[in-house]
């Protein structure tokens, strides 16, 4: 995992990221792991799943 994407700002509920994550991997077929790799001032950062 060398690339990270930050997600979302405000943290979130866990139903609310996983919808998150399955619309940006239906809209552009990136694979965002499902939990933060950190959390830094209110925004959480994802890395990419291996495929």
Do not use: S, W, Y
């Amino acid at each position: 995992m060398n690339t990270i994407i930050i997600l979302c700002r405000e943290r979130r509920q866990r139903a609310e990221k996983r919808e998150l994550i399955e619309n940006i991997k239906a809209a552009t077929g990136i694979c965002l792991a499902d939990i933060p790799l950190l959390h830094v001032n209110g925004v959480d950062i994802f890395g990419l799943e291996k495929p």
